[in-house]
């Protein structure tokens, strides 16, 4: 059975960082890829960033040189670091398989605010 646990997620001021975490059972994201998506109330989940089985990445043009996404092959974890936070970023961050969509986890909040 496939799942996405997503964490690291928080509360920070416009100009912060955080990095979230997702692991995954029942699926190798070195066989896949992986992306994070996020989606605020209202509007549909958009994929913000990914990495391709053969480790090529790219970002969403709103992320690109502020986000950066990465992944442990031996924990099966891909992991999204975010530096200069801005209010625009607040939303629920989750991981998948873009193409390849597994069942979503609870996703991960952050809040980027003064």
């Known amino acids: 059975q496939v799942q996405f646990v997503e964490s690291g997620g928080g509360s920070v001021q416009p100009g912060g960082s955080l990095r979230l975490s997702c692991t995954a059972s029942?699926?190798?994201?070195?066989?896949?890829?992986a992306g994070w998506y996020r989606q605020t109330p209202g509007k549909e989940r958009e994929l913000v960033a990914r990495?391709?089985?053969?480790?090529?990445?790219n970002y969403t043009d709103s992320v690109r040189g502020r986000f950066t996404i990465s992944r442990d092959q031996r924990k099966n974890s891909v992991y999204l670091r975010m530096n200069n936070l801005k209010p625009e970023d607040t939303a629920v961050y989750y991981c998948?398989?873009?193409?390849?969509?597994?069942?979503w986890g609870q996703g991960t909040q952050v809040t980027v605010s003064w």
């Open positions: 029942g699926i190798h994201f070195t066989l896949f890829g």
């Open positions: 990495v391709t089985r053969d480790s090529r990445t």
């Open positions: 998948n398989i873009p193409g390849r969509l597994g069942p």
